[in-house]
């Protein structure tokens, strides 16, 4: 379990691609105090297994579910990616209930500067969307972030606005993004399953 409270930007210094799977070495410099071989870690919000550390980072394998629900199959040595230990039992829940369980990608569409900030609209899947409330929590590359509105423009669009502080935009990869950018989102857990309750009770 995850908050969506990005901890660290790594950068991924080594892919190996083998077959159904491809491992990732991510090279970071803050966040290797407490992690361990086997231990669970949010990588652009998806939750992947350390399978072995180095004195610079660690490595991970995506197996072929991940590979094609998130953005995993894109990366490429260098890319930035944005990291999150598992939240610890009894410490402060500073974002919102991550499960780092990728519910598919979405597509970014607009990017605003508005001084302060920065506006984001995101393509979302008709899935997510139908989780997806007004000031409601969603994940986006691991990042915890309140729904700014919603715009359907079409049957086959669904926009889901972002505003996005400083703060977030310069300390993870979401100030990397640009229009075309794929991201991975993970809908609200609470949202889901009050959608599939109400699917269930029709």
Partial sequence: MFTGIVEEIGTIGRIEDFDGYRTLTINVELILGDLSVGASISIDGACH????????????????????????????????????????????????????????????????????????????????????????????????????????????????????IPFTWRNTNLGELTVGSNVNVEGDVIGKYLNRFQERSL
């Fill in 49 to 164: 297994t350390v399978v072995e550390l180095f004195d610079d980072g660690f490595a991970v394998n995506s197996i072929g579910t991940t590979l094609a629900k998130t953005i995993a199959s894109e990366y490429q040595e260098g890319s930035k990616v944005n990291l999150e230990r598992a939240t610890i039992v009894g410490s402060r829940l500073d974002g919102h209930l991550v499960q780092g369980h990728v519910d598919g990608t979405g597509e970014v569409t607009s990017v605003k500067s508005m001084g302060q900030y920065h506006l984001m609209d995101i393509d979302l899947p008709e899935k997510i969307m139908a989780t997806t409330v007004v000031t409601g929590s969603i994940t986006v590359n691991g990042v915890s972030l309140t729904v700014n509105a919603i715009v359907q423009k079409d049957l086959s669009q669904h926009l889901c606005q972002l505003a996005i």
